[in-house]
């Protein structure tokens, strides 16, 4: 009677050790990865690249027709120039440094940036100075600076 009572008490162990301890643990991780989760079930929210673009009130009955992100259009930019690094920089990014150019090779670099129907400004930043679009005649005035200017539509 004894021995069985001592199967028994090893089995339960073995179940606590090997169950209960890595469900617990591994529901701590995926809570922690996948914690979104629970924020989806207050109100339908459209997110933009970490942004929030909308939230429906509460109370709102939404379909998924009634929340539509906005149509992007991917605008190629090309500059040929020797240069060692190139960005684009412009309103789309409060001109900042974050999309680089890629080198095609024959000192032609490009990038290709989605972006909504509107009117963008923007420059070249090569090597650390800004440079007008050598390609695009368009141009406008950022406080007293020139920049070049797009139309997406």
Known sequence: MIERKNILIAI?????????IPVTVFKKI???YF?????????????????IVSRIPKGHTASVGDMKLPEFKFVKFKI????KQVFIV?????????NP????GN??????????????????????KEILDPL???IDYNGDKKVSVIEVK
Request: proline share 4%; hydrophobic share 50%.
């Open 35 to 51: 914690g979104f989760l629970n924020s989806w079930l207050d109100a339908p929210v459209v997110s933009l690249r970490h942004k």
């Open 101 to 104: 150019l890629s080198d095609k």
């Open 107 to 128: 000192n032609t670099w490009e990038i290709e940036i989605p972006l909504v129907k509107g009117r963008y400004k923007y420059m070249f930043l090569i090597d650390g």
């Open 12 to 20: 339960v162990a073995f179940l606590f050790i090997f169950l209960v």
């Open 90 to 98: 412009g309103d789309f990014n409060k001109w900042s440094a974050i």
């Open 136 to 138: 695009n005649p368009d």
């Open 80 to 83: 040929n120039i020797n240069a």
């Open 30 to 32: 995926m809570t922690q």
